[in-house]
């Protein structure tokens, strides 16, 4: 038994934030969907229409400044919901790269919220959000490239490799954990900070839950962590 896990100095440095939890078994992942492609293109073309000036909404000032306050630039290295409203804004599309992962790019765009998710079965130990020291160890998505965070980033991590499967809270993912149409067990992470309060985090985690059962044949288990419960215990 595991365990994933919010280290209490992530809530003390910033409170109000609130991590909805989706734990998923049986999964049958697909290269492409045309019902999951018809949801993100409308949820582009929404966001499109928005225009740049979603950039500067409540949901994304709140992300900027949790960045800065860890020590981030959130213009060179923009939370994960930013660069997908980025990309749409500017009349940009985000590819499909297979149907779970377009199931959180819908959510996201659809709530303003990021959203992430890992392979478990490539992670040894528990899966931690805290504060990096600097030692463990980062690959880029689709990269070779070894680095070490910043200290004092808040990353992503597998407590017994120390291999980091995102960098800057959501900004980058680990290439190791990466979801492939191969993968079987999964934990995703629907984030809030600001006014993407305990609530919406709830109907966006069950929203994407209800969706990954549908198209994606999924057993999935949800929860929520946040100041008063921190940790829970999973039997992947």
Known sequence: MRKIIVDKEVFEKFPGFNRGIIVIENLENK????????????????????????????????????YVKFGANPNK??????????????????????SV?????????????PCGGDDVDTIKGNLKLGIAKGDEDFT????????????GEVIYFDEVTNNVMCRR???RNGDFSKITTSTKKIVINVDGIGPANETLI????????DLLT??????????????????????L
């Open 31 to 66: 290269d492409a969907e045309s019902e999951i492609q018809k949801m993100l293109d409308e949820q582009m073309q929404k966001r499109a229409g928005d225009g740049e000036g979603v950039l500067q909404s409540e949901f994304i000032k709140a992300w900027d400044d949790i």
């Open 77 to 98: 290295f923009p939370p994960s919901i930013k660069s997908l409203l980025k990309r749409v804004s500017k009349g940009g599309q985000i590819p499909f790269i297979n």
């Open 101 to 113: 992962v377009a199931l959180f790019n819908i959510i996201s765009l659809k709530y303003l919220i």
């Open 140 to 151: 880029s998505l689709g990269s070779t490239e070894l680095e070490n965070p910043e200290n």
């Open 169 to 171: 809270w959501n900004w």
């Open 202 to 209: 709830v109907e966006a985690r069950n929203e994407l839950a």
């Open 214 to 235: 549908k198209y994606c044949g999924a057993k999935c288990q949800t929860d929520l962590l946040n100041s008063e419960k921190s940790e829970i215990e999973i039997a």
